[in-house]
């Protein structure tokens, strides 16, 4: 039963649920956290309102969780604006796109979501969307047909993606902003889980918020995730208030231990303590042993456990960091040396 909470926390889909309880900000005043790209775009995007202009094409990159969907309405909102919001792997017609882009009002904001899964021949509707607003559409068919080339109203493009490496150089070209937005900290995440928790009508002590952003791996949407479950907890057995005292009890049930890592996450890491000494191992190895996808692994538990420096990709697979083990084995077994 904790394994499956504990895969749900750290899963970063959004659920209607979700959305439906999230506090959203409004104002880059009420968004927490990315201060140094937050005071770009409040530049960008009230220069551009003052000028009476679209804001310059955005794209915006970094893992998934981080606020890029936020950040774009935020911008909507101050420049006063509509925005309208799709997904690239949905997009699989050019008539499609061509249908959202001529709907659109003047300096409106078209936000597309994991840009670098769109079809490559709708993305090359957007190169003269982009560049010159207009947009191309084939009228017949056979020897009869012919292009005609459509004006549309000056726009802005905000690309969302988790790996802009796998966007073509044309469209990546194409945008005059380009932003990563980097995770976040321990201490900004607390702020985040106490902003949500007064929004939840949810009375909670500083140091329970503190220890839920320990846990949340730089990510606000795990730790509002986190934040709901906890709630639950409070309610179904009758506290009041959130204290340290209930958010530990919440993350052991949860099966998120002390150094904020779930259940998965030290199962990978006593598989190749365990069975490999520290590695290194292969993935699909790893994968059969655990019983966990390969590709879960790598895109879900992988990234976190490379960042705080407890795993090593190699050539020949991934291991334990070497500063990491002595604490590890402790951990685990009891011991300060482990001898297979």
């Known amino acids: 039963m904790n394994d499956v909470h504990a895969l ?6 959004e659920t209607p649920e979700e959305r439906a309880y999230d506090f959203n900000p409004r104002t880059f005043d009420d968004y927490l956290g990315q201060a140094a790209l937050k ?3 409040a530049i960008y995007t009230q220069a551009a309102k003052m000028r009476n202009e679209p804001l310059d094409h955005l794209l915006l990159f970094g893992p998934p969780g981080l606020g890029k969907t936020t950040l774009s309405q935020i911008m909507a909102h101050v420049m006063q ?3 309208k919001m799709c997904s690239g792997p949905m997009m699989e017609r050019t008539g499609d796109l061509v249908a959202i882009l001529s709907s659109l009002g003047p300096r409106d904001i078209l936000f597309i979501d994991e840009i670098h899964r769109m079809p490559t021949n709708v993305e090359e509707v957007l ?7 207009r947009v191309d559409v084939i009228i017949g ?4 047909a012919r292009s005609v080339s459509l004006p549309i109203n000056p726009f802005t493009l905000v690309g969302a993606t988790t790996k802009s490496g796998m966007l073509s150089a044309p469209l990546r070209s194409r945008f005059g902003i380009i932003e990563r937005l980097d995770f976040y900290s321990p201490q900004e995440l607390a702020q985040i889980v106490m902003q949500s928790a007064h929004h939840l009508e949810l009375a909670m002590h500083e140091v329970s918020a503190e220890r839920i952003g320990a846990c949340a791996r730089g990510t606000p949407r795990i730790a509002k995730k986190i934040l709901r479950r906890v709630r639950d907890f409070a309610q179904v057995h009758n506290h009041t208030i959130v204290d340290e005292t209930l958010v530990q009890k919440a993350l052991s049930f949860l099966g998120i231990d002390d150094d904020g890592l779930s259940k998965v996450d ?3 890491l006593r598989t190749i303590l365990e069975n490999f000494n520290g590695g290194p191992v292969g993935l699909e190895t790893l994968a059969s042993l655990i019983g966990e996808d390969s590709q879960t692994i790598e895109e879900v538990y992988e990234p976190y456990l490379l960042r705080i420096g407890y795993l090593e990709k190699t050539a020949r697979g991934r291991q334990i960091a070497h500063k990491k083990l002595p604490f590890l084995k402790q951990k685990f077994f009891g011991q300060a040396t482990f001898i297979m």
């Open 8 to 13: 749900d926390i750290i899963t970063l889909q």
């Open 39 to 41: 005071e770009k775009l």
């Open 81 to 83: 604006v509509s925005i």
């Open 266 to 268: 030290n199962l990978i």
């Open 141 to 144: 068919q056979g020897a009869g």
């Open 127 to 133: 190169y003269s969307a982009m560049e010159h607003f």
